[in-house]
């Protein structure tokens, strides 16, 4: 009977790696270049992808020709971070004192409108990511201003911004927040969101029902100093996931940099600790997969595993912030000075 059941599991990685082959190498084209530091990107498909920078810089490349537009808040310049969108509109929030998040009606070829639909002032005022569970709910996150983090929710399409109270979230640490890194603090699936944290500590933040009730979880992830923890998360269902990051300022420190959950969030299991690539700015499922593959970007370069994050190879040495897939063989990702489309070989 062991024998049999020997062959069966055999047989069982062999069909999963014939249905589902690996990668072999990446093709990278640049679509736009700028002096610009781009962190947030949103492609509606393999021509088309939204963008928010720096500079107050928003656009949108759509062949060679890209539509851009600098966005200022009484004359002040804004540095975009965080980008969502629904279908009806583009959402681009600033980072940092005054944050400030824009509602940029679409036709689906250009812009049409641009309204301000949340202002917040303060000294400790800081956004890393925005989200939407559907065309009418969505959430943005920053760093605590008290006791817990900022987090903001729309209910009406993102007409209306509304911040909820510390009395509804749970507390964070002393020199706990977010990562501004790749606007992929969050991660969506169904009714659920999931917020990492970093610097003293390294969390996973869920809420199961868009917001209204919230628990807290801990992380195997490094973390103790301002520039360490999770950088990025994403999430294949309700139960699979897995966090991404390291130590910003020793980024070859492979170490504690990548976790993996099957239940959720609520316990995590380090991948090829030790091994593989050091930090990491953006982490994704590859689509179609089955969650079996996952790619990750850094300013080191683009790494990949075949294997849910037991072993990984490193597909190229350019550096990039963010990353988001069209589909299994298409993705985008975003830089220091450029957006560029991966096409991806098997």
């Not at 303060?122 to 920053?142: L, P, Q, T």
């Not at 991404?244 to 990548?258: A, L, T, V």
Request: charged content about 20%; overall charge negative.
């Amino acid at each position: 009977m062991r024998f049999f059941i020997s062959i069966l599991f055999i047989g069982l990685l062999f069909s999963c790696s014939e249905e589902f082959p690996a990668i072999k190498s990446v093709a990278i084209e640049n679509v736009f270049v700028d002096s610009l530091s781009i962190r947030a990107i949103a492609p509606l498909n393999e021509e088309q992808v939204w963008f928010a920078a720096n500079k107050g810089m928003v656009g949108f490349i759509d062949g060679d020709q890209p539509k851009l537009a600098t966005i200022k808040y009484e004359d002040s310049s804004l540095h975009f971070r965080s980008l969502a969108m629904n279908k009806e509109a583009v959402f681009v929030l600033s980072v940092a004192n005054p944050a400030v998040l824009y509602k940029i009606d679409f036709d689906g070829k250009e812009a049409t409108h641009i309204e301000e639909v949340y202002v917040e002032e303060g000294e400790k005022v800081f956004y890393d990511s925005m989200a939407f569970w559907n065309d009418e709910e969505g959430i943005a996150m920053g760093d605590p201003t008290e006791n817990c983090l900022s987090i903001i929710i729309t209910r009406d399409g993102g007409n209306n911004w509304k911040k909820i109270l510390c009395d509804h979230l749970p507390e964070v640490a002393l020199g706990e927040a977010g990562f501004a890194a790749s606007n992929t603090n969050i991660a969506i699936y169904g009714t659920n969101a999931w917020i990492a944290t970093g610097g003293k500590k390294a969390r996973v933040f869920h809420t199961p029902d868009k917001g209204l009730t919230w628990k807290v979880y801990d992380t195997p992830i490094l973390q103790g100093k301002a520039m360490t923890g999770i950088y990025s998360i994403d999430f294949y269902d309700e139960n699979m996931g897995v966090v991404f990051g390291g130590n910003w300022e020793d980024k070859s420190f492979n170490e504690g940099n990548k976790a993996i959950t099957f239940d959720g969030g609520a316990t995590w299991k380090l991948m090829a600790n030790g091994k593989g690539p050091g930090y990491r700015s953006s982490i994704s499922f590859v689509p179609g997969t089955q969650g079996s593959q996952l790619m990750a970007v850094g300013s080191q370069g683009i790494s990949y595993s075949p294997d849910q994050g037991q072993t990984w190879k490193e597909l190229s040495s350019e550096g990039f912030y963010a990353l988001e897939f069209v589909n299994d063989s298409v993705a985008f990702a975003s830089g220091q000075n450029r957006i560029s489309k991966l096409k991806f070989k098997r």
